[in-house]
């Protein structure tokens, strides 16, 4: 059989941060996983990736370290590439997009669009900071939300709402360096003329037909709706600078020139192999299927924005044979957010566990087709019940059995009954179906049916008790090691795009001479033709303790419990001021809360109405001591019950460590006074 040929992408991570459980279940676990299914069949596949290296992210960091940009990218591409190499994912070639390959590169593609007609430039009005003597694009300025009037969305996109944002929509914008208001001043940029592209991408998208449906479904409702032209470049200065005449101060926007960076790094892996022409084989081969991994959010970029780049060439590249676009995985119930710090990093889970109980967690718990949750007690229980106490456990007894009474061999039988011929069937139909779910990107349903053929196997070993049958009928049991050695030199293998290197030591306590990927998935097709001669038997799983997870499930509780970090320098409007209703409020009267020696319960009245509050300050004033004064309150504060006391307003204070001071008005002023 002919050689299938892939080309296989996952989003470039960007180098400003670090990657968490959520990039991995995304775009990198589910790629390195059909890489190696790949692998096993024998076909040809290549892995490419590297970390996006520009845009406005990683030169607001940089400018905030007081850095070069360069060296903030220099840091994560090696935080990033150690993570990877940690779950054991593994790319032909991880490069980045600040090189010379990919400048070149991606300015050949501007200049070949530009060439034929796809590329307009356009006067716009954009912010511009006369303090900080540029333009503000993307993340570069803050201000409120257009759509849901949160404080602190940027300039490309409101992290309340999710929705994409053009920065001159903000309300009261603020430069972000220097917090000073910007103006608007006129820009000229280039845009790409995607209407041009439309009924070809209608075309292409319709024939389509074996795509996920949450991918298609978002495509076909984008060119409904009617493409628009795109600007691809920025008024910024860390960037490929845009290769055309009067482009001082502007550079080829990120997102333009990010996914050419999955050619340039097939190109710099080809140098490196020593067959500089390589990457042409796989990027003008019509045979290739090109399959681009990635999160949901990606699925414009990759579906509507790069196929028309590709198509405005001059070459003949290939175009996305398929997108599988996963959704998103959420953290104990929680989604995800790196500003806050809620997530689980690899780079810290590392420390603590092995890639294995990730790997296989995020492959049996996939967001494939809906957003799913990282809950650690499952990640534990998941990890111990199926690889520990079945998978693990299967092969360890059937290797100790057979070990002790077979001379260290799985005996291959003289003859095979009916019952267990039936079952050698059964366990090549399983075989089968697991490749058609590797194949189609079903990663979870894969992991369902091999722990269940693991289980199968416990089973057999239980009800087909050779511990008895040993002593009286050595044939027989003979027989069943067999059976249960098949099912074990099949679970070695089935298992190995998702957890490869316990298949690798699986494999090696099998003592087979070829190594796993040589013997491959086709190598299972026939039964065993010689003994298994057994190796050292070595656990292959052990299992989590409770304490490393409640440690995990702390650290995360802990987080939490903070208060939303801000950057101390926040500055709010005056009309987010005039939302805080503070007012007088007269002390009318006071007691201890019971069980709680903190808190106090207070009656305050305000003008015409009382209110119940529970204040902290049992330490610094009595009950008595209160009653008849006049202090500061935040009167329109959402009611909370507090020690199952409801505290309907809070009161203010001065706060040194153990010192509170509460805000008492110098002069008399009656009761409701409201503060300006
Ligand atoms: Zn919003
Ligand atoms: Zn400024």
């Not at 001043?185 to 009924?199: A, I, M, Q, V």
């Not at 894969?446 to 009928?473: E, H, S, V």
């Not at 706060?655 to 805000?663: A, K, M, Q, W």
């Amino acid at each position: 059989m002919a050689k299938e040929k892939y080309l296989v992408t996952s989003a470039l991570p960007y180098a400003n941060g670090d990657l968490h459980i959520g990039h991995i279940a995304g775009a990198y676990l589910p790629a390195d996983i059909f890489v190696r299914f790949q692998k096993l069949l024998g076909n040809d596949v290549i892995y490419i990736c590297g970390t996006d290296e520009h845009g406005a992210p990683i030169s607001i960091k940089a400018e905030q370290e007081n850095v070069p940009p360069r060296k903030i990218v220099d840091k994560y591409h090696k935080r990033i590439k150690s993570a990877f190499d940690g779950l054991d994912i593994q790319f032909e070639n991880f490069s980045g997009t600040d090189r010379k390959v990919h400048y070149k590169l991606s300015q050949n593609f501007f200049s070949d669009l530009n060439k034929n007609g796809f590329i307009q430039t356009h006067t716009n009005e954009q912010l511009y900071c006369e303090n900080c003597n540029r333009f503000l694009p993307d993340r570069y300025v803050e201000g409120e939300c257009p759509f849901c009037h949160s404080e602190g969305a940027r300039g490309d996109q409101c992290d309340s709402c999710g929705k994409l944002i053009d920065a001159i929509q903000l309300t009261n914008p603020l430069c972000i360096t220097c917090r000073s208001t910007p103006i608007i001043r006129e820009t000229t940029n280039w845009f790409l003329n995607l209407p041009k592209f439309s009924d070809k991408l209608q075309k292409w998208i319709e024939s389509k037909t074996e795509w996920k449906d949450n991918v298609k479904k978002f495509i076909l409702n984008w060119l409904k709706s009617g493409l628009k032209e795109r600007a691809i470049t920025r008024d910024l200065n860390w960037g490929i600078p845009v290769p055309t005449e009067n482009t001082d101060g502007k550079v080829l926007y990120v997102w333009f020139e990010a996914p050419i960076g999955y050619i340039s790094s097939t190109i710099e892996w080809s140098e490196k192999i020593g067959k500089p022409e390589k990457w042409r084989d796989y990027w003008f081969d019509k045979n290739t299927k090109l399959i681009h991994f990635i999160g949901k959010d990606n699925i414009p970029f990759h579906t509507i924005i790069w196929p028309a780049m590709l198509m405005g060439q001059d070459k003949k590249y290939i175009l996305p044979d398929d997108v599988p676009a996963n959704e998103y995985l959420n953290l104990e119930k929680n989604k995800i957010s790196t500003s806050k710090n809620y997530a689980v990093w690899i780079n810290e889970y590392l420390e603590e566990f092995s890639e294995i109980p990730l790997r296989y967690y995020l492959a049996a718990n996939a967001p494939e087709n809906k957003d799913t949750d990282f809950v650690w007690k499952e990640f534990q229980e998941k990890y111990n019940t199926d690889l520990a106490n079945t998978f693990g456990n299967f092969v360890n007894r059937v290797l100790k059995f057979s070990d002790k009474h077979f001379e260290h061999t799985i005996p291959l039988p003289q003859k095979i009954s009916n019952k267990n011929e039936e079952i050698l069937t059964n366990i090549s139909d399983i075989r089968e179906k697991i490749k058609q779910l590797y194949q189609t990107f079903k990663v979870r349903k894969a992991c369902k049916m091999i722990i269940d053929l693991a289980r199968f196997g416990n089973q057999y070993f239980d009800n087909t008790i050779p511990w008895k049958t040993i002593k009286t009928d050595r044939k027989s049991t003979a027989e069943m090691m067999f059976i249960c050695g098949e099912i074990i030199r099949n679970l070695a293998i089935v298992i190995y795009p998702i957890i490869p290197s316990s298949s690798k030591k699986l494999w090696k306590m099998l003592g087979f001479d070829k190594s796993i990927l040589k013997y491959g998935w086709n190598g299972l097709s026939a039964k065993s033709d010689k003994p298994i001669i057994i190796q050292n038997i070595e656990t292959l799983f052990e299992k989590i303790p409770d304490d490393l997870i409640e440690r995990q499930v702390n650290k995360l509780k802990n987080l939490n419990n903070i208060p939303q970090k801000t950057s101390g320098k926040k500055i709010i409007s005056f009309e987010t001021f005039q939302k805080l209703d503070l007012r007088i409020a007269k002390i009318i009267a006071a007691e201890k809360v019971k069980k709680a020696d903190k808190l106090l319960k207070l009656q305050i009245s305000i003008g015409s109405i009382t209110k119940q509050i529970i204040a902290g300050i049992a330490k610094n004033y009595s009950p008595k001591e209160l009653i008849g004064k006049n202090i500061l309150i935040l009167n329109n504060l959402e009611p909370a019950i507090i020690k199952g006391e409801k505290s309907e307003a809070m009161l203010l204070a001065v706060v040194d460590g153990e010192n509170l001071s509460l805000l008492i008005p110098e002069k008399e002023i009656p009761e409701g006074s409201k503060v300006l």
